[in-house]
């Protein structure tokens, strides 16, 4: 079973195969022999190759959280075929936070440019305007105030580029 | 006069400061309830409480912000006293009256008191006419139809502020004329919608400002003293991140001459209660008034540390009309103390307000460590609230002691299901000029690309693997798989 794993910035392929000796994770880099032993209360033991370490690990849906030496981490997981069907968000305007709309400032089919302000947002007492990313006319707009709307959630589409 | 001892207290707030009050007021024997509206889910408060009394709202933040409901829940509960904790309605003169006219206490000061600096506009004029130091501002109020000119002749950069403001809400820096009157609608707006109201006020902006401020307290019989000063530079968006005590930007004569201008403020004002004057100081050494909270400060702890008060303790004694009891020379100042606030945002994605579940929570401990935590592990974090999830509090003999003793909580702290700033508060204190302590309100900004996260790491081959085996699908499908075509190695097919 092949899965992506998204760290920061970068993206890596890794799948997982069982062998005589145990778990083989093959990356990009070449195969690792690994192992994870649970030690309790969301600590684990974790090797890879000729590391290992203890860490905590928290799982949520396809995100991973590892806090290993000192440090945070959050690894989101992808199914190569999920991955490859999702398309640009290109011709849309995302919420960058989840959070309730506090008003809209545009209207179907009226004509914006780049950095024109769509939508007011608020969370967590900070409010935040959403502006245009590029040029365009709206198609479509996907909230109205009052609304509660997760991360990424798309709040207004743009018509496509003649 | 001394009125009667409280014996039942409502707690009319939420998160770490609800239950910080709570253990104070639990201690000495009092009998507490909170109110809660259902989108408090969870949280540490409630469990602490003898009671939980709820409230409804439209909107969750305006339950705990309506007078008339809370004033009820006292009522019902039969509480003799209401203490409001910080922000909501902590400064509100109309809770004070409410309750007052139903026989309850407020644990704070009076409404007049909180009125004259509830309004930032009435509050410096009242400074400076008694002497003490302001910056040059221009006034809304004064004349509505000539305020861009006359912000605009104070002098870029400005700071525009709303009249009703406070903890940061809508306050813009202005460095260029252009943008003037978007960033005023702007800020109007925000003033609006936290405050009831969108009458602003602009001060001179000083570059590179420290932000210090003093904790003071007055009794019902005209003492007031302090109780030194912080130092709450290093700020995001216009709120404190990290405060310490003593600042280490204050030498000993302009630490005095602060303290006895803030004490100064607080005697002209007739003040009573735990109060704080907050002052910004200019890399000349000069400072100005910026405005007085009439209420518990978020960073109270860090004072707490160096003068072994407890400040609530205190509140509560003043509130149910003790005297002080001692005097200036009787507060001692030991050693230093920093406080962290650990925050539900992504410091990646501009400080974000982050939601999520907070699967697997790990607070520090340790000699001179204090944790005033709001959450509890497998808590859900929404958006409906302020983003504060615990604050971390070092105290050490010196300066570095408690520094270092930050440094390893921090590494002894986990926060999972939720992005936080706990590894950010890691990259300040590693900063060399915060560890210099040369720091202004202007540092995060200055050092963002020091600060940022570099994002290299050098365990990605634990990381992957640790992702690939707690992910149950991943390892049933590798347990399934037929040996030999295991062997050909995954990627060949």
Request: charged share 25%.
């Given at each position: 079973?092949?899965?992506?794993?998204?760290?920061?910035?970068?993206?890596?392929?890794?799948?997982?195969?069982?062998?005589?000796?145990?778990?083989?994770l093959?990356?990009?880099?070449?195969?690792?022999?690994?192992?994870?032993?649970?030690?309790?209360?969301?600590?684990?033991?974790?090797?890879?190759?000729?590391?290992?370490?203890?860490?905590?690990?928290?799982?949520?849906?396809?995100?991973?959280?590892?806090?290993?030496?000192?440090r945070?981490?959050?690894?989101?997981?992808?199914?190569?075929?999920?991955?490859?069907?999702?398309?640009?968000?290109d011709?849309?305007?995302?919420?960058?936070?989840?959070?309730?709309?506090?008003?809209?400032?545009?209207?179907?089919?009226?004509?914006?440019?780049?950095?024109?302000?769509?939508?007011?947002?608020?969370?967590?007492?900070?409010?935040?305007?959403?502006?245009?990313?590029?040029?365009?006319?709206?198609?479509?707009?996907?909230?109205?105030?009052?609304?509660?709307?997760?991360?990424?959630?798309?709040?207004?589409?743009?018509?496509a580029?003649? | 006069?001394?009125?009667?001892?409280?014996?039942?207290?409502?707690?009319?707030?939420?998160?770490?400061?609800?239950?910080?009050?709570?253990?104070?007021?639990?201690?000495?024997?009092?009998?507490?309830?909170?109110?809660?509206?259902?989108?408090?889910?969870?949280?540490?408060?409630?469990?602490?409480?003898?009671?939980?009394?709820?409230?409804?709202?439209?909107?969750?933040?305006?339950?705990?912000?309506?007078?008339?409901?809370?004033?009820?829940?006292?009522?019902?509960?039969?509480?003799?006293?209401?203490?409001?904790?910080?922000?909501?309605?902590?400064?509100?003169?109309?809770?004070?009256?409410?309750?007052?006219?139903?026989?309850?206490?407020?644990?704070?000061?009076p409404?007049?008191?909180?009125?004259?600096?509830?309004?930032?506009?009435?509050?410096?004029?009242?400074?400076?006419?008694?002497?003490?130091?302001?910056?040059?501002?221009?006034?809304?109020?004064?004349?509505?139809?000539?305020?861009?000119?006359?912000?605009?002749?104070?002098?870029?950069?400005?700071?525009i502020?709303?009249?009703?403001?406070?903890?940061?809400?809508?306050?813009?820096?202005?460095?260029?004329?252009?943008?003037?009157?978007?960033?005023?609608?702007?800020?109007?707006?925000?003033?609006?919608?936290?405050?009831?109201?969108?009458?602003?006020?602009?001060?001179?902006?000083?570059?590179?400002?420290?932000?210090?401020?003093v904790?003071?307290?007055?009794?019902?019989?005209?003492?007031?003293?302090?109780?030194?000063?912080?130092?709450?530079?290093?700020?995001?968006?216009?709120?404190?991140?990290?405060?310490?005590?003593?600042?280490?930007?204050?030498?000993?004569?302009?630490?005095?001459r602060?303290?006895?201008?803030?004490?100064?403020?607080?005697?002209?004002?007739?003040y009573?209660?735990?109060?704080?004057v907050?002052?910004?100081?200019?890399?000349?050494?000069?400072?100005?008034?910026l405005?007085?909270n009439?209420?518990?400060?978020?960073?109270?702890?860090?004072?707490?540390?160096?003068?072994g008060?407890?400040?609530?303790?205190?509140?509560?004694?003043?509130a149910?009309?003790?005297?002080?009891?001692?005097?200036?020379a009787?507060?001692?100042?030991?050693?230093?103390?920093?406080?962290?606030?650990?925050?539900?945002?992504?410091?990646?994605?501009?400080f974000?307000?982050?939601?999520?579940?907070?699967?697997?929570?790990?607070e520090?401990?340790?000699?001179?460590?204090?944790?005033?935590?709001?959450?509890?592990?497998?808590?859900?974090?929404?958006?409906?609230?302020?983003?504060?999830?615990?604050?971390?509090?070092?105290?050490?003999?010196?300066?570095?002691?408690?520094l270092?003793?930050?440094?390893?909580?921090?590494?002894?702290?986990?926060?999972?299901?939720?992005?936080?700033?706990?590894?950010?508060?890691?990259?300040?204190?590693?900063?060399?000029?915060?560890?210099?302590?040369?720091?202004?309100?202007?540092?995060?900004?200055?050092?963002?690309?020091?600060?940022?996260?570099?994002?290299?790491?050098?365990?990605?081959?634990?990381?992957?693997?640790?992702?690939?085996?707690?992910?149950?699908?991943?390892?049933?499908?590798?347990?399934?798989?037929?040996?030999?075509?295991?062997?050909?190695?995954?990627?060949?097919?």
């Open positions: 079973m092949k899965k992506i794993f998204r760290l920061g910035e970068s993206e890596h392929r890794c799948s997982l195969r069982q062998d005589a000796d145990g778990l083989v093959d990356t990009e880099d070449g195969p690792l022999r690994c192992a994870l032993q649970p030690l309790g209360a969301a600590r684990y033991c974790v090797s890879a190759g000729e590391e290992q370490a203890e860490a905590l690990i928290a799982r949520h849906d396809d995100r991973i959280w590892i806090r290993l030496r000192g945070t981490h959050v690894i989101e997981a992808v199914d190569p075929l999920d991955a490859a069907a999702a398309g640009g968000h011709g849309a305007a995302e919420a960058p936070m989840p959070g309730t709309v506090i008003s809209v400032l545009v209207e179907p089919g009226a004509e914006v440019t780049a950095g024109q302000d769509l939508v007011v947002m608020e969370s967590m007492k900070l409010e935040v305007t959403i502006r245009a990313p590029h040029d365009g006319r709206i198609a479509a707009v996907h909230c109205a105030p009052g609304d509660q709307v997760p991360l990424k959630f798309t709040l207004v589409t743009f018509e580029a003649p | 006069m001394t009125g009667a001892p409280i014996r039942r207290l409502l707690v009319a707030n939420r998160g770490e400061i609800a239950a910080r009050i709570l253990r104070t007021a639990k201690a000495q024997g009092i009998e507490c309830a909170i109110v809660r509206h259902a989108a408090e889910d969870g949280g540490l408060a409630p469990q602490l409480a003898d009671a939980v009394v709820p409230i409804e709202g439209a909107t969750p933040v305006a339950a705990y912000l309506d007078v008339a409901q809370i004033v009820q829940a006292a009522r019902r509960w039969g509480a003799d006293a209401v203490h409001p904790g910080y922000g909501f309605l902590s400064e509100s003169p109309a809770l004070a009256r409410a309750l007052d006219e139903a026989g309850i206490r407020f644990v704070g000061p409404p007049a008191v909180t009125e004259l600096m509830g309004d930032k506009v009435s509050a410096r004029r009242f400074v400076a006419e008694h002497g003490f130091p302001v910056a040059p501002s221009a006034i809304e109020a004064d004349d509505p139809g000539s305020f861009t000119q006359r912000a605009l002749a104070v002098g870029l950069p400005i700071l502020k709303p009249a009703a403001g406070g903890g940061g809400k809508g306050m813009r820096i202005v460095r260029s004329a252009e943008v003037l009157d978007a960033e005023l609608a702007a800020a109007r707006r925000e003033g609006e919608r936290y405050f009831g109201d969108g009458r602003l006020f602009v001060e001179r902006y000083v570059e590179r400002p420290r932000h210090i401020e904790q003071v307290l007055g009794d019902q019989h005209g003492s007031v003293v302090h109780f030194g000063e912080r130092e709450c530079s290093v700020q995001r968006r216009f709120q404190k991140i990290i405060e310490e005590t003593p600042s280490p930007a204050l030498d000993a004569g302009t630490r005095a602060i303290c006895e201008v803030a004490v100064g403020i607080a005697r002209a004002a007739g009573v209660g735990a109060g704080t907050e002052l910004i100081l200019g890399a000349d050494g000069e400072f100005y008034f405005e007085m009439t209420r518990l400060q978020v960073e109270h702890p860090v004072t707490e540390c160096v003068t008060f407890d400040l609530v303790a205190e509140q509560l004694r003043v149910a009309g003790e005297p002080l009891g001692y005097s200036q009787d507060i001692g100042f030991q050693g230093h103390a920093i406080e962290l606030r650990l925050c539900a945002e992504d410091p990646a994605q501009g974000m307000p982050a939601t999520g579940s907070l699967q697997v929570l790990r520090p401990a340790g000699p001179g460590v204090r944790v005033d935590s709001g959450v509890v592990e497998g808590q859900r974090v929404g958006s409906d609230f302020d983003s504060l999830l615990a604050k971390l509090i070092f105290h050490g003999r010196s300066r570095g002691q408690a270092a003793r930050a440094r390893q909580a921090l590494a002894d702290t986990a926060c999972l299901g939720v992005a936080t700033n706990l590894d950010y508060l890691d990259r300040i204190l590693a900063h060399a000029q915060f560890a210099a302590g040369d720091y202004s309100t202007a540092f995060l900004d200055e050092q963002a690309a020091e600060l940022g996260d570099a994002g290299e790491t050098h365990s990605t081959a634990l990381l992957l693997a640790a992702a690939a085996l707690s992910d149950g699908h991943m390892v049933a499908a590798a347990a399934d798989m037929p040996r030999l075509y295991a062997q050909m190695g995954a990627w060949r097919n």
